[in-house]
């Protein structure tokens, strides 16, 4: 299975700050990457995929990058309600999908 | 709205067998893949299981293989997973999600799925 690592595992920010979060494959997996943000107790939420596509209705303060291995989110500028945990996941080819360990957004 | 609804999570005994369910709505549901997803408890994501539009192709994570059956009836429009041998290894709350994958060059890539869609999850527990 391809391994998918987030860092940092748990960030500290302001409203207003900007936050970028990254997520590495073991291999590479072209553009075949996925954001989901998850509130306490609530199911996933899908954010971007394909790297850099923006699901409809998500705020365009959200924004993707990358390919290969080597991938980012960037919260331009940090909401309320943007404090969750941020998970990224792999769908290059059926060779088991696989999401990273996530990254926790907290308010300093 | 599209709307997914699981049902059937509780307590099972270790080595107990679980169904669960998940009634989906909103849109047509055979024209898409489906997938289960569970989450250990404050732990992250691990894809468990999915099964193409038609229900002809069905995957599975090496965790739960041969001992996970996923299936779906269209004429219903609901998912379903069948638990065996359960462990306690298996306790998580478990999300059954849509599934779309990408096509490059009129290639579409069936098994490699993310998720646009999700239920609210049904919590299965296994212990004595």
Request: aromatic content about 12%; charged content about 15%; some cysteine.
């Amino acid at each position: 299975d391809i391994q998918m690592t987030q860092s940092p595992s748990t960030l500290s920010a302001s409203v207003g700050d900007r936050v970028t979060i990254t997520c590495r494959a073991s291999q590479s997996i072209s553009s075949w990457l996925a954001w989901y943000q998850q509130k306490l107790g609530k199911a996933p939420k899908l954010l971007i995929y394909k790297a850099s596509n923006l699901e409809s209705g998500v705020p365009s303060r959200f924004s993707g990058s990358g390919s290969g291995t080597e991938f980012t989110l960037t919260i331009s500028s940090l909401q309320p309600d943007d404090f969750a945990t941020y998970y990224c996941q792999q769908y290059n080819t059926y060779s088991g999908l696989t999401f990273g360990g996530g990254t926790k957004v907290e308010i300093k | 709205e599209v709307q997914l609804l699981e049902s059937g999570g509780g307590l099972v005994q270790p080595g107990g067998s679980l169904r669960l369910s998940c009634a989906a709505s909103g849109f047509t549901f055979s024209n898409y893949a489906m997938s289960w997803v569970r989450q250990a408890p404050g732990k992250g994501l691990e894809w468990v299981s999915a099964i193409s539009g038609s229900g002809g192709s069905t995957y599975y994570a090496d965790s739960v293989k041969g001992r996970f059956t996923i299936s779906r009836d269209n004429s219903k429009n609901t998912l379903y997973l069948q638990m065996n041998s359960l462990r306690a290894e298996d306790t998580a709350v478990h999300y059954c999600a849509r599934a779309l994958t990408h096509c490059t060059n009129g290639v579409c890539y069936s098994g490699a799925y993310y998720f646009d869609y999700w239920g609210q999850g049904t919590l299965v527990t296994v212990s004595s």
